[in-house]
């Protein structure tokens, strides 16, 4: 048995056959992407890896494991299949992330692969069919429980691996980020809400709910997807830093299909990517290098009301200065239906006094986070437009409704 200390989970335990799977290089290179990719250059101390993710999100998914074994046991065949479940979910929460490319995201708009493609290529390496075989696990069970497959054999796993809304995935990395940027935002009812989740059967399939004394735990969830949103993951320094680390990538991958082969792609990490930008002499490069910020942030939206401003905001910047607006709009389901949008079936299902219900019917406040957020921001380029000038034609624009507010308040 080995154990790893944790600054969340504290001691997470694997068995030898784990750590030989973790001793893999395919995840010892997760060491070497950031969780947050360039958030610390708004948040200082987000350096953590993708390695402890992967394993905090098995340290979470485990304890789900477990609460739904003492109050969900009709869900499970007897002790062999408990102890494949359990096998087969802490294998594919170790790997669920190991399609990621440097920088993630920014490396995905680049290269054009979407890293679950990756992550199934690398998986049908030979090296790591080997290990998965130690461990007595399929590796189609790991392929379609990371994937999401809607015939994956196993739909709870499957929802506790990469399901739209109780993912494991998402229960460590909003109290991992919280932590490591010090926004207290992402923190929730952890133990409330593990303790509250059920398996329930509807309409001939198991899937996976939550008790009603766990409600607020799940409100408190919900509250922090949004927040950790709108604090860190669309903070706008991290947002301008992400598209010039595009354009870097652009210059050093001047053939992005070089990099289709997983053995070549497997090569990068964040490390190697610094140390191209490091000797390569471009404006992109040295912004990086040096944290200048290229782009001024002129204006900010958050609201799906805000529309029209913003879109007034971006023509009339645009007449000004041309092409040196940039235009960033991000977009993100807080609550996800089932299929992307079906308004038919449910999100969660709860069960209540009156029986199992949809999570918008046990709670209002799930019912209006449901759907999407939007954070929509206008940068200009400082070499070329006054920021102050541009600050100001925005506010111009939206002060009709700031006057309103006022005339109310007097």
Request: one cysteine or more; proline letters at 3%.
């Given at each position: 048995?080995?154990?790893?200390?944790?600054p969340i989970h504290h001691f997470i335990e694997l068995s030898d056959v784990e750590a030989h799977l973790l001793d893999a290089p395919e995840l010892q290179r997760l060491r070497r992407l950031r969780q947050l990719g360039l958030a610390y250059l708004a948040y200082p101390s987000a350096e953590h890896s993708r390695f402890s993710h992967a394993l905090g999100a098995l340290a979470m998914g485990s304890r789900v494991f477990d609460a739904?074994?003492?109050?969900?046991?009709?869900?499970?065949?007897?002790?062999?299949?408990?102890?494949?479940?359990?096998?087969?979910?802490?294998?594919?929460?170790?790997?669920?992330?190991?399609?990621?490319?440097?920088?993630?995201?920014?490396?995905?708009?680049?290269?054009?692969?979407?890293?679950?493609?990756?992550?199934?290529?690398?998986?049908?390496?030979?090296?790591?069919?080997?290990?998965?075989?130690?461990?007595?696990?399929?590796?189609?069970?790991?392929?379609?429980?990371?994937?999401?497959?809607?015939?994956?054999?196993?739909?709870?796993?499957?929802?506790?691996?990469?399901?739209?809304?109780?993912?494991?995935?998402?229960?460590?990395?909003?109290?991992?980020?919280?932590?490591?940027?010090?926004?207290?935002?992402?923190?929730?009812?952890?133990?409330?809400?593990?303790?509250?989740?059920?398996?329930?059967?509807?309409?001939?399939?198991?899937?996976?709910?939550?008790?009603?004394?766990?409600?607020?735990?799940?409100?408190?969830?919900?509250?922090?997807?949004?927040?950790?949103?709108?604090?860190?993951?669309?903070?706008?320094?991290?947002?301008?830093?992400?598209?010039?680390?595009?354009?870097?990538?652009?210059?050093?991958?001047?053939?992005?299909?070089?990099?289709?082969?997983?053995?070549?792609?497997?090569?990068?990490?964040?490390?190697?990517?610094?140390?191209?930008?490091?000797?390569?002499?471009?404006?992109?490069?040295?912004?990086?290098?040096?944290?200048?910020?290229?782009?001024?942030?002129?204006?900010?939206?958050?609201?799906?009301?805000?529309?029209?401003?913003?879109?007034?905001?971006?023509?009339?910047?645009?007449?000004?200065?041309?092409?040196?607006?940039?235009?960033?709009?991000?977009?993100?389901?807080?609550?996800?239906?089932?299929?992307?949008?079906?308004?038919?079936?449910?999100?969660?299902?709860?069960?209540?006094?009156?029986?199992?219900?949809?999570?918008?019917?046990?709670?209002?406040?799930?019912?209006?986070?449901?759907?999407?957020?939007?954070?929509?921001?206008?940068?200009?380029?400082?070499?070329?437009?006054?920021?102050?000038?541009?600050?100001?034609?925005?506010?111009?624009?939206?002060?009709?409704?700031?006057?309103?507010?006022?005339?109310?308040?007097?």
């Amino acid at each position: 048995m080995k154990r790893i200390f944790d600054p969340i989970h504290h001691f997470i335990e694997l068995s030898d056959v784990e750590a030989h799977l973790l001793d893999a290089p395919e995840l010892q290179r997760l060491r070497r992407l950031r969780q947050l990719g360039l958030a610390y250059l708004a948040y200082p101390s987000a350096e953590h890896s993708r390695f402890s993710h992967a394993l905090g999100a098995l340290a979470m998914g485990s304890r789900v494991f477990d609460a739904l074994q003492q109050h969900s046991g009709q869900y499970f065949a007897g002790a062999d299949d408990i102890a494949y479940q359990r096998r087969l979910l802490r294998a594919s929460l170790l790997l669920h992330d190991i399609g990621h490319g440097p920088f993630s995201h920014a490396c995905e708009a680049v290269l054009g692969i979407k890293h679950e493609e990756r992550t199934e290529a690398i998986l049908q390496r030979p090296q790591m069919r080997a290990r998965l075989a130690d461990l007595e696990v399929r590796e189609g069970d790991v392929i379609d429980l990371i994937l999401g497959s809607r015939t994956a054999g196993y739909p709870v796993l499957a929802e506790m691996v990469s399901g739209p809304n109780l993912d494991a995935d998402r229960m460590d990395y909003l109290l991992r980020d919280s932590y490591f940027t010090g926004v207290a935002n992402g923190r929730y009812d952890s133990e409330q809400l593990i303790g509250s989740l059920r398996v329930f059967e509807n309409s001939g399939k198991f899937s996976l709910g939550v008790d009603g004394r766990g409600v607020v735990a799940l409100e408190s969830f919900v509250l922090a997807r949004y927040m950790m949103f709108a604090t860190v993951y669309f903070h706008h320094t991290t947002r301008m830093f992400e598209r010039i680390l595009q354009t870097a990538l652009r210059e050093i991958w001047n053939d992005p299909r070089a990099l289709d082969d997983i053995g070549a792609f497997l090569e990068w990490d964040d490390f190697r990517v610094f140390e191209a930008v490091r000797t390569h002499d471009s404006d992109a490069c040295r912004a990086l290098r040096e944290r200048l910020r290229p782009f001024a942030l002129a204006a900010e939206f958050n609201a799906e009301s805000d529309l029209v401003d913003y879109e007034r905001c971006e023509r009339v910047l645009r007449d000004r200065f041309g092409d040196y607006v940039w235009a960033d709009a991000q977009e993100q389901m807080l609550h996800r239906l089932p299929l992307q949008g079906d308004t038919r079936k449910p999100t969660i299902l709860v069960a209540t006094s009156s029986g199992i219900v949809d999570a918008r019917q046990a709670s209002d406040l799930i019912a209006k986070l449901s759907g999407k957020a939007f954070w929509r921001k206008l940068f200009v380029e400082r070499r070329f437009v006054d920021a102050r000038e541009a600050r100001l034609v925005c506010r111009e624009i939206i002060r009709p409704k700031e006057s309103l507010c006022a005339s109310a308040s007097a």
